[in-house]
């Protein structure tokens, strides 16, 4: 049956091969689609992950409007506000730092954390003036729950614990304000009093966003240069295993008045990106390997049509209706267990190649000057059942239809 498969399929060469190429195609279309899209993905996602936290546990800041506060003032009258009430507050900041950390310690889960306050400030350096974030932190937590010590292109992160107000830029917003290592640099706090800082090293995260208006200090200076002394505006957590973030995010949400969150609910606007890209990917795969389908269906019933003499002559030497439908139904499988064979290595070998393209700019925007790919097994299975399946598929309506044909009406049809 198999060799009565391959006869047929090599009798009309220039059509076999045409249907073929659109099923290698196909899945070697899905493959390099799937591995440029996801290696980006996965650089990005992992670089979300270290830079940030796995979780961070942020104060609260509540949302207070014209009739906020009728029920505290005037619980039982309707209010028309002449002029509506001005809250004055404090920066939002978490209300018992150290019984997170109590907390935090706890957990076996918790690899590191780290306390912060994030504040603006503004920087000048002669006549050069610009508006940054100026982020406190503990240098040692910070190290251990975030890979900022690697983005460390001069200087030492940890030097920000040996006493005195310095501070760790950007490496770009240092290149625009022309300052380098040691350098003196003034911080304007809050309530317009000019500190003088040291620059102790500078960072590059590969981020334009974050490099240009970035600075770390030590906490307690920052909360200084914020009028917040002692507080703690977010705590970032690292995590053993990272698949525990959202369970856990929601478990510590309910235990106190903070915003607890995921490293995903946080970036939930990449994810829907990716969820569109994801689409875009399965349509255009499916579009080629549907007309690689419809290619072997037209084969297979042009054969069909051809060979209705040869069908006669099997059913009337006693071949069964199912054996008629397994004979051309393998000749579409056979055609997509090949082409899925071709299409993985034609799309290993593409991927391969623009694996190894190097880009002049790619520094300046994420540190990677080449394209990634990812590599998983899991998506060399997927092509290959998707084009395994689109055989199965096409060759299943011509067998059927092939499989009805009675040799004495298939005789009348070709004598008359």
Not at 49 to 72: F, M, Q, R, V, W
Not at 260 to 273: G, L, M, P, T, Y
Not at 293 to 299: K, M, P, S, T, V
Request: proline share 3%.
């Amino acid at each position: 049956m198999f060799y009565l498969a391959i006869r047929q399929l090599l009798a009309r060469p220039r059509q076999t091969l045409l249907a073929l190429l659109g099923i290698t195609f196909g899945s070697a279309a899905f493959l390099i689609l799937s591995g440029m899209m996801l290696g980006f993905r996965e650089y990005l996602i992992q670089r979300l992950i270290n830079t940030t936290a796995h979780i961070s546990i942020k104060a609260e800041e509540p949302t207070i409007g014209e009739h906020s506060l009728d029920a505290d003032f005037f619980p039982d009258s309707l209010v028309k506000w002449i002029v509506p009430p001005v809250v004055h507050n404090e920066p939002p900041h978490i209300e018992y730092p150290q019984g997170w950390f109590d907390r935090l310690d706890a957990d076996p889960n918790v690899l590191a954390y780290a306390p912060q306050i994030i504040t603006q400030v503004m920087v000048n350096r002669g006549k050069l003036t610009r508006s940054i974030i100026l982020i406190g932190v503990e240098a040692q937590k910070q190290v251990q729950a975030t890979d900022v010590q690697d983005d460390m292109t001069s200087g030492n992160f940890m030097d920000l614990d040996k006493g005195g107000f310095q501070v760790i830029i950007g490496e770009s917003l240092a290149q625009k304000l022309g300052i380098h290592v040691d350098d003196m640099l003034n911080i304007v706090e809050i309530g317009g009093r000019v500190i003088p800082a040291k620059v102790a090293g500078f960072f590059n995260t590969g981020m334009s966003q974050v490099d240009d208006v970035t600075a770390y200090a030590p906490i307690h200076y920052a909360q200084q240069a914020n009028q917040t002394l002692g507080q703690v505006g977010q705590i970032i957590v690292k995590l053993k295993d990272i698949t525990l973030a959202r369970t856990l995010a929601d478990q510590w949400a309910t235990m106190s008045r903070e915003k607890v969150q995921s490293w995903d609910e946080a970036n939930a606007n990449f994810f829907q990106v990716f969820a569109m890209q994801d689409m875009i990917r399965y349509i255009l795969s499916f579009v080629v390997l549907m007309i690689a389908a419809f290619g072997i269906y037209n084969i297979l019933n042009m054969m069909i049509l051809q060979k209705r003499g040869e069908i006669a002559i099997l059913r009337s030497i006693g071949f069964e209706a199912l054996d008629i439908i397994q004979l051309f139904l393998s000749q579409g499988l056979l055609l997509g267990f090949i082409g899925g064979i071709l299409g993985l290595v034609l799309g290993t070998l593409v991927c391969l190649y623009v694996q190894s393209i190097t880009f002049a700019t790619g520094v300046s925007i994420t540190r990677i000057n080449h394209m990634l790919i990812a590599w998983h097994v899991k998506y060399y299975v997927l092509g290959f059942l998707l084009a395994f399946v689109s055989g199965l598929v096409a060759g299943y309506l011509p067998a059927r239809s092939a499989s009805k044909m009675h040799p004495i009406d298939i005789l009348r049809s070709e004598g008359g």
